[in-house]
């Protein structure tokens, strides 16, 4: 069967994958860069890039290793190259198009958000397509109208913080270690989600975009009191469980209630849900159980598959199958794609 190497750098994870025509995963690497951040509480864009470029050999190595095989069993090379932070994903390109120009093969680029929605059909037997896309990330928290694999339509987006990106400013706040999403949780166990009442911002059906930035101020005032002299410099350790598991309340309520509204408005009855924030099990929970409610088929990327990772790059299959590879010179897109807000 023909197998495909993909590359994945578009932000802290250096990662390379093998995957079959038949879309089954037979190594998928990915290398963290947990540890280079931590201090900063956010990824630093400049030691990102240069982590990247240490590992990005070894990486593809072991994953050619771990599938038992080599370059010159692969029969293309797929490779994230938009959106993301420019440095991290130029070295994924520059490394993608050097094996493909050496080996001779096509080069396929890959959009990384396609590739988290793409995620949620891997290792199933029948088509996922269509749906409502859902991707829910450190860097999106966008839903798509997707009619097949190569053509998803923007439905809505955030209009300023994504989901993760206020699960790891809020783990400063509340003094939790990076990545916050994994430490909020894990904090949120040991407290009361109804201990503070916090913003559910955009609740609205007639508005379809997310904001979390208002909320993130929330738990900051909620932590700390509000600006002025008698504002705390730090949070009150007694007061982390509590403010933790209100605010993953408050976040996952949000999501819920806009994948259903997207879900009533495009009409479809499946929903793909994708990226870091899918990994929340208080958030696999609940929109399992909206889901379950409304007659809604769901189709929720597997643990290992939600944050980010080579594997899913798998898409590439798809463009391959449409003939349509990139050329050599192709050269990455690191812009959000914007929301489209009125
Ligand atoms: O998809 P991903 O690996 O990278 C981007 O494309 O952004 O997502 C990373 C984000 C981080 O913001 C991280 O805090 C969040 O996903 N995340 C979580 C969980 N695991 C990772 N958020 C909430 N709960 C989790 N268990
Ligand atoms: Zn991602």
């Given at each position: 069967m023909r197998r495909l190497l993909a590359i994945e750098s578009s932000c802290d994870e250096t990662s390379a994958a093998v995957v079959a025509e038949d879309r089954s995963v037979?190594?998928?690497?990915?290398?963290?860069?947990?540890?280079?951040?931590?201090?900063?509480?956010?990824?630093?864009?400049?030691?990102?890039?240069r982590a990247h470029v240490g590992r990005i050999l070894h990486v593809i190595e072991r994953a050619l290793a771990d599938a038992e095989c080599n370059l010159k069993d692969m029969c293309a090379i797929a490779v994230t190259s938009q959106p993301g932070l420019v440095g991290s994903l130029?070295?994924?390109m520059t490394a993608a198009k050097t094996l493909a120009m050496s080996c001779n093969i096509p080069l396929v680029t890959v959009n990384h958000i396609d590739?988290?929605?793409?995620?949620?059909?891997?290792?199933?037997?029948?088509t996922v397509f269509p749906c409502v896309g859902f991707v829910v990330s450190g860097g999106h928290t966008n839903l798509y109208d997707c009619s097949s694999p190569t053509s998803y339509k923007m439905f809505a987006g955030t209009t300023d913080d994504a989901a993760?990106?206020?699960?790891?400013?809020?783990?400063?706040?509340?003094?939790?270690?990076?990545?916050?999403?994994?430490?909020?949780?894990?904090a949120a166990l040991k407290g009361d989600p109804k201990a503070y009442d916090l913003p559910r911002p955009m609740m609205r059906s007639d508005k379809r975009h997310f904001s979390f930035s208002g909320l993130k101020t929330a738990v900051l005032y909620a932590a700390r009191g509000v600006p002025g002299p008698q504002q705390l410099a730090d949070t009150p350790a007694e007061c982390v469980a509590d403010l933790a598991a209100s605010f993953q309340q408050a976040v996952v309520d949000v999501l819920v209630f806009k994948c259903r509204n997207a879900i009533k408005e495009l009409g479809y009855n499946r929903l793909c849900v994708g990226g870091g924030v899918a990994a929340n099990s208080v958030f696999r929970q609940q929109i399992a159980d909206m889901c379950q409610k409304h007659g809604v088929e769901l189709m929720i990327a597997p643990l290992e598959l939600c944050t980010d990772n080579a594997a899913m790059a798998a898409i590439a299959w798809e463009y391959l199958?449409?003939?349509?590879?990139?050329?050599?010179?192709?050269?990455?897109?690191?812009g959000l794609i914007r929301t489209g807000r009125k």
């Open positions: 037979l190594s998928n690497v990915v290398a963290t860069q947990h540890e280079l951040h931590q201090d900063y509480g956010g990824v630093v864009p400049e030691i990102a890039s130029l070295v994924g590739a988290h929605i793409y995620a949620c059909g891997m290792g199933r037997a029948s993760g990106e206020a699960f790891d400013k809020v783990a400063r706040i509340l003094n939790l270690p990076y990545p916050g999403g994994p430490s909020i949780a894990e199958e449409l003939g349509q590879t990139a050329d050599l010179n192709a050269d990455v897109l690191p």
